[in-house]
């Protein structure tokens, strides 16, 4: 009789592909010719509370914007402090990072990048928690991106009160 080994199955709640296959990023020669002629912003340290709307209206102001791409929580479907800006022209990202990069929005001191282009499946944090990875090690305490960071959380939550 022929014997078929067992095929592994994902766990519960995974869509089969491992981190590493889910955000597969191109070789790097290939990375940096993308980001030479990409018109895609990556746009970090947003309040959670920030809306499309006030992304659309600051990044407005340096050109036309093709589409906005709000970074969700991959667990909860809730915003996680970044996005993607897409502008039609490159020269008008330009000016965005030039312009934007460094100023204020919600309180927020907002952080742009050049990406290579928005891939469906980017828009959610790739943190163990669902949300970006950087905020799972925060040690202060931000109102703007959910108080303190998710391990801090987590531990002072199993942490038991102290008995007198």
């Not at 980001?35 to 407005?60: A, D």
């Not at 791409?69 to 991959?74: A, E, I, R, S």
């Not at 502008?87 to 290579?116: C, K, P, Q, S």
Request: charged share 30%.
């Amino acid at each position: 009789d022929s014997h078929k080994p067992a095929t592994p199955r994902p766990s519960s709640g995974s869509s089969g592909l491992c981190q590493a296959q889910q955000h597969q990023r191109p070789p790097k020669k290939l990375q940096e010719k993308f980001l030479k002629i990409s018109s895609t912003l990556y746009v970090g340290n947003l309040s959670f509370y920030t809306t499309e709307e006030q992304i659309q209206e600051l990044f407005s102001k340096c050109g036309d914007v093709k589409r906005i791409v709000m970074g969700l929580d991959k667990i909860k479907k809730t915003p996680c402090g970044f996005c993607f800006v897409e502008y039609y022209t490159r020269a008008d990202a330009e000016h965005a990072m030039r312009f934007i990069n460094g100023t204020r929005l919600d309180d927020r001191i907002v952080r742009t990048d050049w990406d290579a282009g928005f891939k469906e499946g980017r828009q959610y944090g790739r943190g163990k928690t669902g949300g970006q990875v950087r905020d799972e090690y925060r040690t202060d305490y931000d109102v703007g991106r959910g108080g303190f960071g998710k391990i801090i959380q987590m531990q002072k939550a199993n942490q038991q009160p102290a008995v007198y």
